[in-house]
């Protein structure tokens, strides 16, 4: 049974960062084609924050957070990460990981916009007070 764990996330005052961390057991998300970070603030759909690739750990961000936060892996640790930093109340969400995604690509890469993984984990809480 794979399990998705995500950790790292809390209150933080505006103009803050926070460092999101998620690991996995029963799959390796080192080997997931796409793997990223995705969040959803009460009353909204979830949406995709950064995607990183495996083939050439291209990475792929909202709008909203470019500039801000940085996503990356490490491979040996088999962990990913969501450094985030200047954030706002607007960031304010459940940050979810997923992993093992199932398709299609876009455009032959990895995209934002695709919520197709198998694997997810429970959440973690970001909140940004102002």
């Known amino acids: 049974q794979v399990e998705v764990m995500e950790s790292g996330g809390g209150s933080v005052q505006a103009g803050g960062s926070l460092r999101l961390s998620c690991t996995t057991s029963?799959?390796?998300?080192?080997?997931?084609?796409?793997a990223g970070w995705f969040r959803q603030a009460p009353g909204k759909e979830r949406e995709g924050v950064a995607i990183?690739?495996?083939?050439?750990?291209?990475?792929y961000y909202a709008d909203p957070v470019k500039g801000r936060f940085t996503i990356s892996r490490d491979s040996a640790k088999d962990t990913l990460y969501l450094q985030m930093n200047s954030l706002t109340p607007e960031d304010t969400a459940m940050y979810y990981c997923?992993?093992?995604?199932?398709?299609?690509?876009?455009?032959?890469?990895?995209?934002?916009?695709?919520?197709?993984?198998?694997?997810w984990g429970q959440g973690t809480q970001v909140t940004v007070s102002s």
């Open positions: 029963g799959y390796s998300i080192s080997g997931s084609y796409c």
């Open positions: 997923a992993a093992g995604f199932e398709g299609p690509l876009a455009g032959g890469r990895c995209s934002i916009g695709r919520k197709t993984y198998k694997f």
């Open positions: 990183i690739a495996r083939t050439d750990s291209s990475t």
